[in-house]
T-cell receptor, first 112, second 112 residues
Framework: GDSVTQMEGPVTLSEEAFLTINCTYTATGYPSLFWYVQYPGEGLQLLLKATKADDKGSNKGFEATYRKETTSFHLEKGSVQVSDSAVYFCALMYSSASKIIFGSGTRLSIRP | DAGITQSPRHKVTETGTPVTLRCHQTENHRYMYWYRQDPGHGLRLIHYSYGVKDTDKGEVSDGYSVSRSKTEDFLLTLESATSSQTSVYFC???????????FGPGTRLLVL
């Protein structure tokens, strides 16, 4: 079946460091891919998405490229800030099913 | 922000009692979802709805039922609460493209 695997956290970085959070997926079809972010005490918010192979999603300095050949959708940011501390979820979804499969989440902590 | 509210936000109950959680939206979106969030599991889909009186099961539906009598309201009922249902419950609605989901603030449920 379909699944999403994320790197385990927590990930701790210093401010202005480069961030990569790995995400790989297993899919029987051609899903859309998402990154959601959850700040403490809140629900999830869409961070970025890509709907087909080679698409790049970007938002707030974060980027991820839909790589079909490596079945990956790694999240990157060139210079993290303390305010980026949160839990990040990778997810896949088929438009016909209208349901999302989430990874287990990666907690990110940024030190000043 | 999408107009989604959940009630109650916190609840403590005893094993064997019925519990109903409410999700209310003001966006007139067709799709609504209930997820539970547990450490190490990410979010798992309990039930979803694709219209008034139209619902379907997710991957962890045992012990839960749902109802949707109006577009704006989606109710989740734990028929006889168990300690394994202690969790944080999130409601979500689909955006206009039927892929992006918008999440409510969550309900923290403790079953003693």
């Amino acid at each position: 079946g379909d699944s999403v695997t994320q790197m385990e956290g927590p990930v701790t970085l210093s401010e202005e460091a480069f961030l990569t959070i790995n995400c790989t997926y297993t899919a029987t079809g051609y899903p859309s891919l998402f990154w959601y972010v959850q700040y403490p005490g809140e629900g999830l918010q869409l961070l970025l998405k890509a709907t087909k192979a080679d698409d790049k999603g970007s938002n707030k300095g974060f980027e991820a490229t839909y790589r079909k050949e490596t079945t990956s959708f790694h999240l990157e940011k060139g210079s993290v800030q303390v305010s980026d501390s949160a839990v990040y979820f990778c997810a896949l979804m088929y438009s016909s099913a209208s349901k999302i499969i989430f990874g287990s989440g990666t907690r990110l902590s940024i030190r000043p | 922000d999408a107009g989604i509210t959940q009630s109650p936000r916190h609840k403590v109950t005893e094993t064997g009692t019925p519990v109903t959680l409410r999700c209310h939206q003001t966006e007139n979106h067709r799709y609504m979802y209930w997820y539970r969030q547990d450490p190490g599991h990410g979010l798992r889909l309990i039930h979803y709805s694709y219209g008034v009186k139209d619902t379907d099961k997710g991957e962890v539906s045992d012990g839960y039922s749902v109802s949707r009598s109006k577009t704006e309201d989606f109710l989740l009922t734990l028929e006889s609460a168990t300690s394994s249902q202690t969790s944080v419950y999130f409601c979500a609605i689909s955006g206009g493209d039927q892929e992006t989901q918008y999440f409510g603030p969550g309900t923290r449920l403790l079953v003693l």
